[in-house]
């Protein structure tokens, strides 16, 4: 099998540039590439998504709840005023926002986050739009179900698809078995109307008890997601507990088997399940053990890194890189660890300038990859 040419193969960074202000540069020699990490900000807090807006803003969320704007060159110093009450809880908080595709007609602002509620909170999705530098007419269209005073597997990730429809996620909230229950939506993709209605052909609409928002479910818990370009496919990534990361393609009405199937054992070393595969179930394109706690999904597309179009950009937490997912339909040909030992990477998103822009935390940057 004849794999493409390697970039950056296994490479350890400095810290020493971190220290340097706004848009400082970091210059890398690999092989015969120079590679510049373009430092935009420093000292965010647990960043967690980002968003390009068709003036030049850049948003980013902050998990504690502060949304923030990055313009002509820096990081603006308040945070955007309007959002709603963020429940700051554990893994819990501000975790995602996009635009709608028709933004410049309607100006709708998606997020993400954790809505507190009677019992403790859940991942709920809202709207907004900003007006000048403030967050105006939010309203909440999308509330996960049950709350709970756990403060562990959230989600999220918001994507649409080609015909408007929102993709979202939730966690199985640290309780493993509810991820194989239609009643509740913990451990699901959901599909919603842009206005946060139920699309009248998702898959589980007439089963009595069932969730009617349900996609797809036995996930334990998705924090990266994104639209195939060429293919439509929907490409996910889950945490396994210790070991049994997942890359999925997710499948309308299908179970992809946490916790009855897992490559992973808990956390005390005792098995979850002797099963990594069962009938009836989807098993994962690729899995990593042990974990590399995967966050951050993109696909690339842009002329800028040619040896990558194509291929999968996974931010990793644990593993402390970028991992490259080297993909021919829907099957996994190659990997590659990129920046290893940089950061905890949280996210990662190709720009409409064809950049590749990236939150990490510990430390919580912004930075952006100009291959030379």
């Known amino acids: 099998m004849k794999f493409r040419k390697t970039i950056f193969g296994f490479l350890i960074i400095s810290f020493a540039f971190i220290s340097c202000s706004s848009s ?24 967690w998504g980002m968003e390009f807006l068709p003036n030049g803003q850049i948003l980013i969320v902050e998990r504690p709840g502060r ?9 603006l110093n308040e945070p955007v005023p309007g959002m709603p009450e963020i429940w700051a809880h554990g893994q819990g908080g501000l975790l995602d926002v996009i635009m709608h595709p028709d933004y410049e007609e309607n100006g709708w602002l998606y997020f993400a986050y954790a809505s507190p509620g009677q019992g403790g909170g859940n991942t ?7 007006q000048g530098n403030q967050l105006v007419d939010f309203e909440k269209i999308f509330q996960g179900q ?15 698809d080609e015909n408007n429809y929102l993709f979202t996620t939730i966690g199985d909230r640290g309780i493993m078995n509810t991820a194989q229950q239609l009643d509740n939506h913990n451990g699901t993709v959901l599909r919603l109307f842009d206005d946060g209605s139920v699309p009248p052909d998702n ?13 797809s479910y036995g996930h334990r818990n998705i924090q990266g997601m994104v639209f195939h370009p060429e293919t439509g496919d929907l490409w996910t990534h889950e945490h396994g ?36 595969t069962l009938p009836g179930m989807v ?7 042990p974990s590399i706690a ?11 890194y040619p040896e990558w179009q194509g291929d999968l950009m996974v931010g990793a937490l644990a593993g402390q890189h970028i991992h490259r997912v080297v993909i021919e339909g829907r099957q996994v040909v190659h990997t590659e660890k990129l920046l290893q030992g940089f950061a905890r990477f949280r996210a990662i998103r190709q720009g409409p300038d064809g950049y590749l822009y990236v939150l990490t935390e510990s430390p919580g940057l912004f930075i952006r990859l100009i291959p030379e």
């Not at 210059?27 to 807090?45: C, H, R, S």
């Not at 949304?67 to 990081?75: A, D, F, S, V, Y």
């Not at 995967?294 to 800028?304: E, F, H, N, R, Y």
């Open 67 to 75: 949304l923030r704007i990055w313009e002509n060159g820096q990081l």
């Open 146 to 160: 049950p709350y709970s005073s756990g403060g562990a597997h959230f989600g999220s990730r918001i994507v649409f």
């Open 241 to 276: 507990p210790r070991g049994g990361d997942e890359i999925n393609v997710v499948f309308k009405g299908e179970n992809y088997g946490w916790p009855l199937a897992t490559h992973g054992i808990n956390y005390n070393g005792t098995v979850i399940t002797p099963d990594t």
């Open 124 to 130: 709920a999705i809202g709207r907004g739009r900003l």
């Open 203 to 215: 898959p589980f609409v007439n089963e009595p008890g069932a969730m009617p928002e349900i996609w």
């Open 283 to 289: 098993d994962p394109i690729l899995h990593w053990t």
């Open 294 to 304: 995967p966050c951050g999904l993109d696909i690339v597309t842009s002329d800028l």
């Open 24 to 47: 400082d540069k970091n210059e890398l020699q690999m092989g015969d590439l120079n590679f510049t990490i373009d430092t935009l900000a420093t000292g965010l807090q647990n960043p």
